[in-house]
């Protein structure tokens, strides 16, 4: 996983708002009603098997990414999917029609501290 740098660590800039985080959630709540409109699905969690692939495409490095966390985890294919739901919301929270290494990053951190999978 990429590391941060230390400028990202020690940052000081004011949080986003409140009011901000609400317009993204809500404008990524709109994507995902609209991604599975012609779905018996609402949202990225219900996805089965088929709406992650068609839903989740990764680009090579993320395949690279992704090759490396099932390896060096021991992830399951569950945890893989798991982990790429997330990244798909974290992609829709971000406003991004492609899920990219970054967002995988973070779904992959998510997982190893509040055990997704």
Request: proline content about 2%; aromatic content about 4%; overall charge positive.
């Amino acid at each position: 996983m990429p590391r941060l740098r230390f400028e990202e660590v020690t940052r000081t800039e004011a949080a986003e708002a409140s009011r901000e985080i609400k317009k993204r959630v809500e404008a990524a709540r709109v994507r995902q009603r609209q991604r599975f409109a012609q779905e018996v699905i609402t949202h990225n969690g219900q996805m089965g098997p088929r709406q992650v692939e068609e839903c989740c495409r990764l680009d090579a490095a993320g395949r690279d990414l992704m090759r490396h966390a099932f390896q060096r985890l021991n992830l399951s294919a569950r945890a893989y999917d798991r982990i790429l739901k997330v990244a798909r919301t974290i992609a829709d929270l971000d406003g991004s029609e492609q899920i990219t290494s970054r967002h995988l990053a973070e779904a992959i951190g998510y997982r190893q501290t509040n055990g997704l999978g």
